[in-house]
Nanobody, 123 residues
């Protein structure tokens, strides 16, 4: 089992940047596909980005493509999400997640979740 803790959220103006971090403990994240999801008030939790355990291949939701970058540091058991050109609609709680199965992009395919970090983008 892996424990995940997100950090780096906060309040930023539209057009600004934030980097989210996710620290893992218990097991090495090299065993998992890793992802970021987000949940805005009154909405379902949605996929943001994922990075494969092999090859570091990445996939993004269309809404963040070109603005967000997911990366991983397996040696230090860390996952990151660099968010640029932030928009008010990016406001949400952001969650780090780990999937045992490969090629996971759906919420239900992820096995372990962090508690989330709030990102608020003001207009």
């Amino acid at each position: 089992q892996v424990q995940l803790v997100e950090s780096g959220g906060g309040l930023v103006q539209a057009g600004g940047s934030l980097m989210l971090s996710c620290a893992a403990a218990g097991r090495m994240i090299s065993m998992y596909d890793m992802g970021w999801f987000r949940q805005a008030p009154g909405k379902e939790r949605e996929f943001v980005a994922t990075i494969r355990r092999i090859g570091g291949i990445t996939y993004y939701a269309d809404s963040v493509k070109g603005r967000f970058t997911i990366s991983r540091d397996n040696a230090n058991n860390m996952l990151y999400l660099q968010m640029n050109s932030l928009k008010p609609e990016d406001t949400a709680v952001y969650y780090c997640a780990a999937a045992v199965r490969q090629l996971a992009t759906e919420r239900d395919e992820y096995d372990y979740w962090g508690q989330g970090t709030q990102v608020t983008v003001s207009s």
